[in-house]
């Protein structure tokens, strides 16, 4: 049993590695601004600490006050269309944060560091299923300020023997299979909470971003990873970091298109999902899908809710269940 740092513990995949955390009987302490997290992400008895990564002293207070196994670093800004239209804010803000993260990190004497990274860092690829030693070259600035963050990381392990585990998400979706926790963005951009939203009459109808792209149906494939595999890849990587940084794709290596994402929902919920067709939105790749066989190979680490209806019906259930998410604000 450890005692874990979780940086946006409180948001979507954070407060899923948090459960798993504290499923397994760990002492996890959450840091979270709760500029995007819900206070009701997070479970009874766990630290929630509410401080912007920017406030280094209190940050060093942190460290301070516990003596950390390692730390999971999720909060950033992470909308690739807002970082398009302020890209030096994404840049300045996820690096400082990220880097003065780390500084803290090495400065206690906490040398395991689990960054939340992105498929963004690939651009447009040139190989699919996209493998770790793809080309880096992202499109927007989001996918840029996270290869700055995973650049740091690398020099911080040359010098200081911070151990880093970069982990590049392809499309985060679903939600615990319990039903405690789900997804809740303001505002939500992410296509299976938008479609069950539409099919559930709580959002607005879907548009389809684009349908002249050069695959099968004419819309983007994407490889969408249920949230709670992510968390398990969190859990797998930390053994492995004994052996040095590393850095891996998560996915599931099974690409799906939008209108494959819609169908699913509408057999699941058995209800339509109304929807428009419209232009592409600028930035989007054709195609996007992981090759996540390192991972597998080095830690061990296989999806257990890798089928789309899975991810899908964990989902629905939990937005379903939670109309206006969490409910911390207005609706
Ligand atoms: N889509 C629609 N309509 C919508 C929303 C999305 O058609 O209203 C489409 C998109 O065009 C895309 C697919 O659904 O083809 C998935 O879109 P998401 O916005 O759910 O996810 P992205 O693939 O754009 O983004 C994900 C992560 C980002 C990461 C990016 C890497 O959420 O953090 O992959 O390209 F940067």
């Given at each position: 049993m450890g005692c874990y740092l979780v940086t946006g513990g409180a948001g979507y995949v954070g407060s899923h590695l948090v459960r798993a955390l504290v499923d397994r009987g760990d002492t996890v302490v959450v840091v979270d601004d709760l500029r995007q997290g819900h206070r009701a992400a997070v479970p009874e008895g766990v630290e929630l600490i509410q401080l912007d990564l920017a406030d280094r002293a209190r940050l060093g207070e942190v460290f301070a006050g516990w003596k950390f196994e390692a730390v999971f670093h999720f909060a950033a800004l992470?909308?690739?269309?807002?970082?398009?239209?302020?890209?030096?804010?994404?840049?300045?803000?996820?690096?400082?944060?990220?880097?003065?993260?780390?500084?803290?990190?090495?400065?206690?004497?906490?040398?395991?560091?689990?960054?939340?990274?992105?498929?963004?860092?690939?651009?447009?690829?040139?190989?699919?299923?996209?493998?770790?030693?793809?080309?880096?070259?992202?499109?927007?600035?989001?996918?840029?300020?996270?290869?700055?963050?995973?650049?740091?990381?690398?020099?911080?392990?040359?010098?200081?023997?911070?151990?880093?585990?970069?982990?590049?998400?392809?499309?985060?979706?679903?939600?615990d299979p319990e039903g405690r926790i789900g997804e809740d963005h303001e505002p939500e951009t992410h296509l299976v909470p938008l479609a069950i939203g539409a099919a559930l009459g709580i959002r607005a109808p879907l548009t389809v971003f684009g349908t002249?792209?050069?695959?099968?149906?004419?819309?983007?494939?994407?490889?969408?990873?249920?949230?709670?595999?992510?968390?398990?890849?969190?859990?797998?990587?930390?053994?492995?970091?004994?052996?040095?940084?590393?850095?891996?794709?998560?996915?599931?290596?099974?690409?799906?298109?939008?209108?494959?994402?819609?169908?699913?929902?509408?057999?699941?919920?058995?209800?339509?999902?109304?929807?428009?067709?419209?232009?592409?939105?600028?930035?989007?790749?054709?195609?996007?899908?992981a090759s996540s066989a390192r991972l597998k190979a080095e830690t061990g680490w296989s999806p257990r809710f890798g089928a789309l209806d899975d991810i899908v019906r964990t989902a629905w259930a939990w937005h379903s269940a939670h109309p206006r998410g969490y409910g911390d604000r207005s609706p």
């Open positions: 992470s909308l690739v269309g807002e970082s398009m239209r302020d890209p030096l804010r994404y840049c300045m803000e996820n690096l400082n944060n990220s880097l003065g993260l780390a500084d803290a990190a090495v400065k206690a004497g906490v040398l395991r560091f689990v960054l939340s990274s992105t498929a963004a860092l690939f651009g447009d690829p040139e190989v699919v299923p996209i493998p770790e030693e793809a080309k880096l070259a992202p499109t927007n600035a989001y996918g840029e300020s996270k290869l700055m963050v995973e650049k740091g990381l690398a020099w911080a392990d040359r010098v200081h023997g911070l151990r880093s585990a970069c982990l590049r998400y392809f499309n985060a979706a679903g939600a002249d792209y050069p695959t099968p149906d004419g819309t983007c494939i994407r490889d969408y990873v249920h949230v709670t595999d992510l968390a398990d890849a969190h859990l797998r990587v930390l053994d492995r970091l004994e052996q040095g940084s590393v850095r891996y794709n998560v996915g599931n290596g099974t690409g799906y298109s939008v209108k494959q994402v819609i169908e699913a929902v509408e057999r699941i919920g058995g209800r339509p999902v109304p929807h428009s067709l419209g232009p592409r939105r600028a930035g989007d790749p054709a195609v996007l899908v």
